[in-house]
């Protein structure tokens, strides 16, 4: 039997695929063009929280930094805090990955003690070397409260953070410290940082004339110290005071 010759109704096998390659291909740039100009977005929004603070920071004005009109930016957020929201999760984001990465050590040979430390000194380090993401995480723009975010949104990145937290509470327990009492040693050791954090990024730590890291390792010594486990896995790790 002679095969049927392909016809309008009947488009070839060889053709189809290079229209969905096309279209594939398409599909990809235009995709590629909206992430571009979603970051052009969120770029012009960091600027002008920063200088304006997420109040003064108008829709319009984050618009005119990025080179669009107001209106062309509801194809990508709703409102200026969504802008803001979308700003603090992805520096969560950054923050989680750094904290991974500095905890990715040779596998079976850290133990729960230097995971916990290298995990609070990378949160550390992370907001120590990115000020604008303290003051994005904080809300120190204008003031300390979380204003503008929907209850939702505020739900949504405090377990962001959490995420990035609670390794820190899996390792205290690995120690021997029960659960209960493990998050509140890491809610100690979260004020604690942010603390130094602010102390260091305000410069008032210049006043007791120590630095704060230095001032958070011995921190993180004492809590190892208190940790019921006297052992490690992998051993060898108790700490040594600085100070």
């Not at 009109?69 to 979308?86: L, R, W």
Request: net charge positive; proline share 5%; aromatic share 8%.
């Amino acid at each position: 039997m002679r095969a049927r010759a392909p016809g309008p109704d009947r488009p070839s096998p060889r053709g189809g695929a290079r229209n969905e390659r096309q279209a594939t291909s398409r599909a990809s740039r235009l995709g590629a063009l909206a992430d571009a100009r979603r970051d052009l977005i969120l770029a012009a929004a960091r600027s002008a929280f920063a200088e304006l603070g997420l109040e003064g920071a108008s829709l319009r004005e984050i618009a005119k930094r990025a080179g669009y009109t107001a209106g062309a930016i509801y194809g990508y957020f709703q409102s200026k805090e969504d802008i803001y929201a979308a700003l603090l999760a992805e520096s969560l984001d950054r923050l989680d990955a750094a904290v991974v990465a500095a905890a990715s050590g040779p596998a079976g040979r850290t133990g729960p003690a230097q995971l916990l430390r290298l995990r609070a000194q990378a949160f550390y380090d992370f907001y120590r070397e990115h000020p604008r993401d303290l003051d994005l995480g904080f809300y120190l723009f204008q003031g300390m409260q979380p204003r503008g975010l929907t209850p939702d949104w505020n739900r949504r990145l405090n377990e962001r953070l959490w995420g990035v937290l609670r390794p820190q509470q899996d390792a205290l327990v690995a120690l021997g410290f029960g659960p209960d009492v493990a998050r509140t040693e890491v809610t100690g050791l979260f004020a604690q940082t942010v603390g130094l954090l602010l102390l260091s990024h305000t410069g008032r730590i210049r006043m007791f004339g120590r630095q704060s890291r230095d001032v958070l390792d011995r921190y993180l010594d004492q809590l190892i110290d208190r940790a019921p486990a006297r052992h490690l896995e992998g051993g060898g790790d108790w700490p040594h005071h600085r100070m």
